[in-house]
Nanobody, 123 residues
Framework: QVQLVESGGGLVQAGGSLRLSCAAS????????MGWFRQAPGKEREFVAA????????LYADSVKGRFTISRDNAKNTVLLQMSSLKPEDTAVYYC????????????????WGQGTQVTVSS
């Protein structure tokens, strides 16, 4: 089992940057695919980025491609989401998730979720 705790959210002006961090417990972190999702008020949870267990495979939503970078450090049980050129439409609660059988865009395939961290981008 994996427990996930996100941090790094906050209030930032449009064009600014934030780095989200997800700390994972458990000795098998390196065997999980990891993803970041977000949910804005009144909207469904949507895929942001995912990374394979090795870190060699990465996926991004079209809306964040070129602005966000996902990475992981298996020695530190951490996955990061570096966000740049932030826009007001990036405002949402951001969730970290772990998938014990793969990695991808579908939130339904992820087995463990963090509590989320709020990101607010002002115009």
């Amino acid at each position: 089992q994996v427990q996930l705790v996100e941090s790094g959210g906050g209030l930032v002006q449009a064009g600014g940057s934030l780095r989200l961090s997800c700390a994972a417990s458990g000795r098998t972190f390196s065997s999980y695919g990891m993803g970041w999702f977000r949910q804005a008020p009144g909207k469904e949870r949507e895929f942001v980025a995912a990374i394979s267990w090795s870190g060699r495979g990465r996926l991004y939503a079209d809306s964040v491609k070129g602005r966000f970078t996902i990475s992981r450090d298996n020695a530190k049980n951490t996955v990061l989401l570096q966000m740049s050129s932030l826009k007001p439409e990036d405002t949402a609660v951001y969730y970290c998730a772990a998938d014990d059988s793969g990695w991808g865009r579908n939130p339904g395939s992820y087995d463990y979720w963090g509590q989320g961290t709020q990101v607010t981008v002002s115009s």
